[in-house]
């Protein structure tokens, strides 16, 4: 049974656990209802939810509160009829107060390199716990290290309850990146949805992202927009970076000082955040995709920060 109607089954289930209890506690149920209900449990379990993850092993779904109150209003009432259906059918379990949420790529541990370990929250030990000594110049220190390193680190996480945990260089970890999506602001920030009703193209047609059919050039990737504002804040005083954050994602860095750095993303219109020691604790968006009128923008939002951030 593929993407069934889950009414019949509920309908069914419901049957077959009131016919167990007319018989008493301790009552069993037929072979023939067991195999039945592990049916119907499994029909229902299979269902377009779990086709809905296809092969993943996400455990959540999580989605932009700033992107669902862009939808159409008909579509906000469905979705929360939904999200309060769903909230009513579980009322008898303990929940969760709050989840903590984080814009972030995966990546595998190996291929991480040094700089983005301690982002993702893993430490490399090379030297099977020992420490060199202190009083040790930089030739000893050198000499030190390679007698004592091994052939392959040991890495290990830090996980949610703070608890510190080895793990191999297979394992994925989430490196984490600015949120491209602007905060709800109280449900004022609205993004426009691109609902595409047009039929796909003929057989052989190719999409080539050149616009709409009018000559003008294909937009410019993330890569080439981060690398063309870095260019234009380098060009103005400011000392910006481009750099890859991971699955082809791409953002503009300008580090304030020891802790802060000022990250700017180009998805859909500039975004910026404010981090501290790799955590978010501001952000906004600037609406528009002009490299001139970002890159001023960045400046200023920079003397501004300069009154409230200092080293």
Not at 7 to 14: D, E
Request: hydrophobic fraction near 35%; charged fraction near 20%.
């Amino acid at each position: 049974m593929s993407n069934p109607d889950l009414a019949p089954l509920v309908h069914r289930l419901t049957e077959i656990a009131a016919a167990t209890e007319q018989h008493g506690p301790g009552s069993t149920l037929s072979p023939a209802d067991a195999r039945e209900l592990l049916q119907l449990c499994t029909a229902a379990t299979n269902g377009p939810v779990h086709q809905y993850f296809s092969a993943t092993n996400s455990n959540y779904v999580v989605r932009h509160r700033t992107l669902m109150q862009s939808m159409t209003l008909e579509w906000q009432e469905r979705m929360v009829t939904c999200l309060q259906e769903l909230d009513n059918a579980y009322t008898h379990l303990t929940m969760p107060k709050a989840f903590k949420v984080t814009a972030a790529t995966e990546h595998t541990v190996g291929d991480l390199t040094d700089t983005q370990l301690p982002a993702a929250g893993v430490t490399v030990d090379w030297y099977a716990g020992e420490t060199p000594p202190e009083d040790l110049d930089l030739t000893e220190l050198g000499e030190w290290q390679a007698e004592h390193a091994r052939a392959t680190p040991v890495y290990y996480r830090t996980d949610e309850l703070r608890e510190i945990r080895e793990i191999d260089e297979h394992t994925k970890v989430l490196l984490p990146l600015p949120d491209p999506v602007p905060a709800y602001d109280q449900g004022r920030t609205y993004l426009p949805p691109h609902i595409d009703d047009a039929s796909p193209g003929e057989p052989g047609e190719t999409d080539t992202g050149a616009g709409d059919g009018t000559g003008e050039a294909a937009e410019a990737t993330e890569e080439e927009q981060c690398d063309a504002l870095a260019q234009q804040l380098v060009e103005i005083g400011v000392p910006a970076k481009s750099w890859n954050t991971g699955s082809q994602c791409y953002a503009v860095y300008v580090q304030l000082n020891a802790t802060d750095n000022l990250v700017m993303t180009p998805w859909p219109d500039w975004c910026w955040a404010l981090e501290r020691d790799n955590t978010q604790v501001y952000t906004g968006h600037w609406g528009t995709r002009d490299m001139r009128v970002v890159a001023g923008r960045v400046k200023a939002l920079i003397t501004g920060l300069g009154t409230i951030i200092t080293d």
